[in-house]
Nanobody
Framework: VQLQASGGGMVQAGGSLRLSCAAS????????MGWFRQAPGKEREFLAA????????YYRSSVRGRLTISRDGAKNQVLLQMNGLKPEDTAIYYC???????????????????WGQGTQVTVSS
């Protein structure tokens, strides 16, 4: 599967963005999907995931309530709605796809086999 992330941009603190991850080559419902981000000088960190079967969602505790992950099978894409953005949310955001992930592994980037190219999100104060 090939993944293409989009929707990033520059926004003021408190604003919102909706990121999209379009999949091609395979139905997105074949995969567990995740969103990660990486800020300059920092490690890539898990944000949210949606399970292939059943659609259960998982979130990093620090973003729960501000970020919402969802899946649109008809458009073959995964969305990440981000509200109440803060300057510390500035990073490159990546979507990823994996198979066979278990609950304890959703936050582990190494468990995802396929990655999009990333989209830049910049939040100004």
């Amino acid at each position: 599967v090939q993944l293409q992330a989009s929707g990033g941009g520059m926004v003021q603190a408190g604003g919102s963005l909706r990121l999209s991850c379009a999949a091609s080559g395979r139905p997105i419902t074949n995969y567990d999907m995740g969103w990660f981000r990486q800020a300059p000088g920092k490690e890539r960190e898990f944000l949210a995931a949606i399970r292939r079967i059943g659609g259960s969602t998982y979130y990093r505790s620090s973003v729960r309530g501000r970020l919402t992950i969802s899946r649109d099978g008809a458009k073959n894409q995964v969305l990440l709605q981000m509200n109440g953005l803060k300057p510390e949310d500035t990073a490159i955001y990546y979507c990823a796809a994996g198979t066979g992930l278990i609950t304890s592994s959703y936050s582990n980037a190494r468990q995802y086999a396929y990655w999009g190219q990333g989209t830049q999100v910049t939040v100004s104060s």
